[in-house]
């Protein structure tokens, strides 16, 4: 079965450092999501994207997030400068047909920040 | 602003008993109702996805029920068994796709 792949299954970032996020959707799928989870809470929304453009995007989400899709394959989430607080478990999900299919996740990015 | 929340945050159980996980949210114009497992340190499963329109569906051993108008959602497990352990993750969307995540039920199944 096609499977949302990410990379890098661990980061660990000085504060302040910039850090790049990659996701590879399923082929067909058009719909893509980030999510974050700190240890020991809820999975947040970060952020959607359909047709190369953001669909939505949570509070969380400032002007130190941005996302893209460079080369028609990659799904990207750059933090410009990292906080500790960006300590979290990134996820990346993609789906077919945003309300009637299931959301497809990636096995997610640890994100350290010292 | 919807909240989702999952009752109970634990629960053990002996290999072979049938158990119910529950899920309730706050505002009931949703388009969906999903259920997921996640695995320590992975991602997030999909099990079942109920459309608002639905009352249950089923995969397996599972059964998912949706009540929308008291903002309620069971999900079952039949006859489980310990490779069900996990953290099972309940999920609603709006009209956006975005999802909007339960704290999760770990469940251990002893052997």
């Known amino acids: 079965e096609p499977e949302v792949t990410q990379t890098p299954s661990h980061q660990v970032t000085q504060m302040g450092q910039e850090v790049i996020l990659r996701c590879v959707p399923i082929?067909?799928?058009?719909?893509f999501y980030w999510y974050r989870q700190i240890l020991g809470q809820k999975v947040e929304f970060l952020v959607s994207?359909?047709?190369?453009?953001?669909?939505?995007k949570s509070e969380i989400f400032d002007d130190q997030f941005s996302v893209e899709r460079p080369d028609g394959s990659n799904f990207t989430l750059k933090i410009r400068s990292t906080k500790l607080e960006d300590s979290a478990m990134y996820f990346c999900?993609?789906?077919?047909?945003?309300?009637?299919?299931?959301?497809?996740f990636g096995d997610g990015t640890r994100l350290s920040i010292l | 602003k919807q909240e989702v929340t999952q009752i109970p945050a634990a629960l053990s159980v002996p290999e072979g008993e049938n158990l119910v996980l529950n899920c309730s949210f706050t505002?009931?114009?949703?388009?969906?109702l999903q259920w997921f497992r996640q695995d320590p340190g992975k991602g997030l499963t999909s099990l079942l996805l109920?459309?608002?329109?639905?009352r249950e569906q089923t995969s397996g051993r599972l059964n998912a029920s949706l009540d929308k108008s008291s903002g309620r959602s069971t999900l079952y497990i039949a006859a489980s068994q310990p490779g069900d352990s996990a953290t099972y993750l309940c999920?609603?969307?709006?009209?956006?796709?975005?999802?909007?995540f339960g704290q999760g039920t770990t469940l251990q199944v002893k052997p």
């Open positions: 999900a993609t789906d077919r047909d945003r309300n009637n299919q299931p959301q497809h």
């Open positions: 082929s067909n799928h058009l719909y």
């Open positions: 994207f359909y047709n190369n453009e953001i669909s939505e």
């Open positions: 505002d009931s114009a949703i388009y969906n």
């Open positions: 109920i459309q608002s329109s639905q």
């Open positions: 999920a609603v969307s709006g009209n956006t796709g975005k999802l909007i």
